[in-house]
């Protein structure tokens, strides 16, 4: 006897032809549309060497030593010693990748970006761009770290162009945004665009096909995003270590097979993907390099350099400071300083940007003066400069520099925007005697628009390299630099570091 459920069960005929039809279709599923995310991960794969015309290897070199010369001399930190115990205390001992300044430490390769990052980024030394970002701490350490790892040392001009791939990304992303033009309030930018950027170049560097590019980005999309409210902090440079690391990451786990969005950059109703950082979001595709009139952004938007380590604000009212100091004792360095100027000056007026992070009266720290108007304008007022010695805690506590600080006042013209092409830094300084003096800044010294020469870049360079390696590799350093990319395997740049 049959049960009341065999006696209802109906045999499913499947057909040999039925297969193949099911087949047909599988095989003949369309490929998503091109979208902004596939065009991306296109110009990832696509880009070559010969696109790299003269301006952008010029340009391009002269960040990637800056930026090794800033690592260099934050790897003196405190901030860099606690990240660096951390790593060794913490992970596996793993003999792959160098640690900047550290003659026989290395780490695995994604530890060794982090921790060179961190020192990139630890006194706030490193470039900075339009709209507002760190683009080259993002990107150098990984690729560093990455090359280290490959058996095959790829050549010098493979590395500048996956450098140059990194911040082309950075670039284009910054630009999805009219937010973005601005100094930010939200999340810390090289969290956000520095982590695809440096997942980007080091797709590049891997050679990964396009498909794999994107997923590349839309993993580090994953992985992005620190909020403002730690700037100023120690943990600030976290920012920038993790975002060259988990860029690398990112680049491993797409080249292993790991999947994400396809459409991680486009704006997807209903969907947040990497619009989510932004409070507006106008997507672009990126074109084919060989595209007529296609060109990278570093060829018309140039870098800026840092002359001390603080806040890119900083540098306006540093500027307009040391013009008044100049105007009350002369050059810096030459006859009286320090309480010359405390003793003539009644009251001083910052004229500057509304930005809440970079208005500290008092900073605490090294890390709040260095994104202080108040502080780097009296240590330009008392001293004609800031330097790196500006921010010890013997000069923070001096009491010059602290009668100055509570002389201060600052008002926000609504001319002054806060936007680095945009602002300016105004100081206006009343004496005892009632008389008073200005100065302003529209444009500091290694803005963009007015850039450092390539002898002002040596010399910041070998200042900061000097700091931790003997003369013969800083050197070697600038040696291999300045040809890189006509080098065969980048064997002579890595060996240069430590």
Request: proline letters at 6%; aromatic letters at 6%; hydrophobic letters at 40%.
């Amino acid at each position: 006897m049959l049960s009341k459920a065999q006696k209802s069960f109906r045999p499913v005929s499947i057909t040999l032809r039925g297969l193949h039809q099911a087949a047909r279709k599988v095989v003949e599923r369309p490929e998503p549309e091109d979208n902004v995310t596939d065009s991306f991960g296109r110009f990832i794969q696509g880009v070559q060497s010969h696109h790299l015309t003269p301006t952008l290897l010029h340009r391009s070199k002269r960040m990637v030593l800056d930026s090794l010369g800033v690592g260099l001399l934050g790897s003196t930190t405190h901030v860099f010693q606690l990240v660096l115990q951390h790593c060794q205390h913490m992970y596996a001992p793993a003999d792959i990748s160098s640690v900047y300044g550290r003659r026989g430490t290395k780490l695995s390769p994604t530890l060794a970006a982090f921790v060179n990052g961190v020192a990139t980024h630890s006194m706030d030394f490193d470039d900075t761009w339009h709209p507002a970002t760190h683009p080259s701490g993002a990107v150098l350490p990984a690729l560093l770290a990455l090359s280290d790892m490959l058996p095959s040392k790829p050549s010098g001009l493979d590395f500048l162009l996956a450098f140059n791939v990194g911040i082309e990304v950075q670039g284009r992303l910054m630009r999805f945004s009219n937010q973005a033009q601005n100094i930010p309030k939200r999340f810390h930018p090289p969290s956000v665009v520095g982590t695809l950027g440096s997942a980007a170049a080091c797709a590049r560097l891997l050679c990964l096909d396009h498909a794999q590019c994107s997923h590349a980005l839309a993993i580090a999309a994953s992985l992005s995003g620190a909020p403002m409210a730690n700037a100023a902090t120690q943990s600030k440079p976290l920012h920038i270590g993790n975002a060259a690391r988990l860029g690398l990451e990112a680049a491993l786990l797409a080249s292993k097979g790991l999947e994400a969005s396809r459409t991680i950059l486009d704006d997807t109703t209903g969907v947040a993907g990497f619009s989510a950082f932004y409070e507006d979001y106008a997507v672009q595709p990126l074109t084919s390099p060989d595209e007529e009139g296609s060109r990278f952004l570093l060829e018309d938007q140039d870098m800026a350099f840092k002359r001390f380590p603080a806040h890119l604000g900083m540098h306006w009212v540093a500027d307009a400071a040391a013009a008044i100091h100049k105007l009350l004792l002369g050059e810096p360095g030459v006859g009286s300083q320090g309480s010359g100027v405390v003793g003539q000056v009644q009251d001083i007026l910052l004229r500057v940007p509304r930005s809440k992070y970079i208005n500290r009266p008092f900073p605490e720290s090294e890390h709040e003066a260095r994104h202080s108007f108040q502080f780097n304008a009296c240590s330009a007022l008392l001293h004609g400069e800031v330097t790196v010695d500006s921010f010890s805690q013997e000069a923070m506590r001096h009491p010059d520099l602290l009668t100055l600080l509570g002389r201060v006042h600052v008002e926000h013209p609504n001319d002054n925007p806060a936007n680095f092409d945009r602002m300016y830094g105004e100081v206006q300084v009343t004496l005892v005697g009632g008389d008073v003096l200005k100065g302003r800044c529209d444009t500091f010294y290694g803005h963009w628009r007015n850039p450092l020469t390539n002898e002002s870049l040596l010399k910041k360079f070998c200042s900061n390299a000097g700091a931790v390696l003997p003369w013969e590799k800083v050197e070697g350093l600038i040696e291999a630099v300045d040809g890189l990319e006509t080098l065969g395997d980048c064997s002579s740049l890595l060996a240069q570091l430590q």
